[in-house]
């Protein structure tokens, strides 16, 4: 079994629309979930983290972690454009204190 | 806010030489980096993780006599891809733990990543 398992999409979604990203995971030592945003041919850029369960908004963006399921999603509200990126979820914390990611989900929102 | 610094942005060599690919923190010292590989539309898989004045510790699979990794200051990490080979052409990303900090995540700040393509 995989520490991190995302759907790697591609999901294609309408301007507005609201996305939900998911990511399951197998180590319960995981503290800390972190989602990152990729555009192409660029590097990570950190959008949200959370630590522990529960839920955390910022702005258009709501991150949710139940560690009771190790399931953890991302939802993007009003997607807009610019959001198509692919955005990887990534837990981290316990002993081996490194940040493994999923697979990577690609979204496309359509104008 | 932090910045990692990765260069060259691109690379491309011919088989059988090798590459070095630099990360450095710009602002903040870095105890810790840590290098993936990217391969196209798949995730980063972590390949070592880089420790500043000790040995590099590899992930499973990760060939440490082909991806030499020096860490020799608080600030730089490089990555040194050996007798390179059209197979290893890929984006390579570091990131880098600010000190004292666990993994969590505001304490891991990311280059933009090199691409090397291998001819």
């Known amino acids: 079994q995989k520490e991190v398992e995302q759907d790697p999409g591609p999901l294609s979604v309408p301007e507005g629309a609201i996305v939900s990203l998911n990511c399951t995971y197998s180590?319960?030592?995981?503290?800390?979930f972190m989602w990152y945003r990729q555009y192409s041919r660029k590097g990570p850029e950190l959008l949200m983290y959370t630590y522990s369960s529960g839920n955390k908004e910022d702005g258009r963006f709501t991150a949710q972690v139940d560690k009771s399921s190790k399931y953890i999603s991302l939802f993007i509200r009003d997607s807009q454009p610019s959001d198509s990126a692919t955005y990887l979820c990534?837990?981290?914390?316990?002993?081996?204190?490194?940040?493994?990611f999923g697979t990577g989900t690609l979204l496309a929102v359509q104008p | 806010g932090a910045v990692v610094s990765q260069h060259p942005s691109w690379v491309i060599c011919k088989s059988g030489t090798s590459v070095k690919i630099e990360c450095r923190s710009l602002d903040f010292q870095a105890t810790t980096m840590f290098w993936y590989r990217q391969f196209p539309k798949q995730s980063l898989m972590l390949m070592a993780t880089s420790n500043e004045g000790s040995k590099a510790t590899y992930e499973q699979g990760v060939e440490k006599d082909k991806f030499l990794i020096n860490h020799a200051s608080l600030t730089l990490s490089t990555l040194t891809v050996t007798s390179a080979h059209p197979e290893d052409s890929s984006f390579y990303i570091c990131s880098a733990r600010a000190d004292n900090r666990r993994v969590s995540g505001n304490t891991i700040y990311f280059g933009e990543g090199s691409w090397l393509t291998v001819v």
């Open positions: 180590n319960s030592a995981f503290q800390y």
């Open positions: 990534a837990p981290a914390g316990g002993a081996t204190n490194k940040l493994i």
